[in-house]
């Protein structure tokens, strides 16, 4: 705060107390009968203005409470047309034609040139299910390369070589139409039924053992530098927990964070429109 001195106080010409005291006096008596009209004035004056604006004016309205917005309800199954589907031996051409139109990634149609293609599926969904590697039924999935390690001595990790194998695998998952797939699987229903019936489960319903696989898949941890011990041959992780998933998991593993991380997020969904209750 500045100091007091830095203002100046207006000067008031000095008046003899009697001579001012008596003037005023005057004054008063003139303006007495004035001021007691303005006062009226101004008190009938307050007085409409209460009754024209507070009085007359309506109360303000009060907003109700704002309730809570609803969750989000999952999404629902998709909705599909009964159609013919042509017997088992005789579905490639047309789940070719069906398959080929939810992917614009060419890679897809190279793959849907091997035979036998829902009798491969449902074997290969059975074995991750049971928590084996699904390999051998999806040979043409097998990317170019080996798996290597990446370190000297002790501490190894997974080359970033070894993860750009299965990009393309990724590509063409991800790029999957989602609803399209989910009303696809829903139209392939009762021949993979049937597909699965023949391997040993009579009366089984596919949709379980779908739920098995693919909650096996989500369940799979995400592991951005898992470290790997030399084992006879080849490698193990060397984090116990990681060394003790199944086979089907430890093949996820091997695809590395990012794609398996896109992979997940995406058969996800497509489980969720198809009406399969994954966690």
Do not use: C
């Amino acid at each position: 705060m500045s100091d007091p001195g830095d203002y100046e106080l207006d000067t008031f010409e000095k008046h003899d107390t009697a001579d001012l005291t008596a003037d005023l006096a005057g004054r008063s008596r003139t303006l007495w009968p004035w001021l007691v009209a303005l006062a009226v004035v101004l008190a009938l004056a307050a007085a409409w203005i209460y009754w024209r604006y507070v009085t007359a004016a309506p109360a303000p309205e009060v907003a109700a409470p704002t309730a809570p917005a609803p969750e989000e309800p999952a999404p629902a199954p998709v909705a599909i047309e009964a159609i013919d589907l042509p017997p088992l031996a005789e579905s490639d051409p047309w789940l070719r034609d069906v398959v080929g139109q939810l992917s614009e990634n060419p890679q897809l149609l190279t793959w849907l040139l091997n035979d036998d293609l829902v009798r491969r599926l449902v074997a290969a969904v059975d074995n991750v299910a049971e928590g084996v590697s699904p390999r051998s039924h999806v040979v043409f999935l097998q990317p170019r390369g080996a798996y290597q390690a990446d370190g000297t001595g002790d501490r190894l990790k997974v080359d970033a070589a070894s993860y750009r194998r299965y990009e393309t695998l990724a590509a063409v998952i991800t790029s999957l139409h989602v609803d399209g797939t989910a009303q696809a699987y829903r139209t392939v229903k009762p021949l993979l039924d049937e597909a699965y019936r023949d391997l040993g489960y009579p009366g089984a319903d596919f949709d379980a053992v779908a739920v098995r696989a693919i909650q096996r898949l989500l369940d799979t941890p995400v592991v951005p530098e898992p470290e790997l011990e030399r084992f006879a041959s080849s490698y193990k992780y060397a984090d116990p927990r990681l060394e003790a998933l199944d086979d089907a998991q430890k093949q996820f593993l091997r695809l590395g964070p990012e794609n398996l991380r896109a992979i997940q997020a995406h058969v996800r969904r497509i489980a969720e429109r198809a009406g399969l209750a994954v966690r």
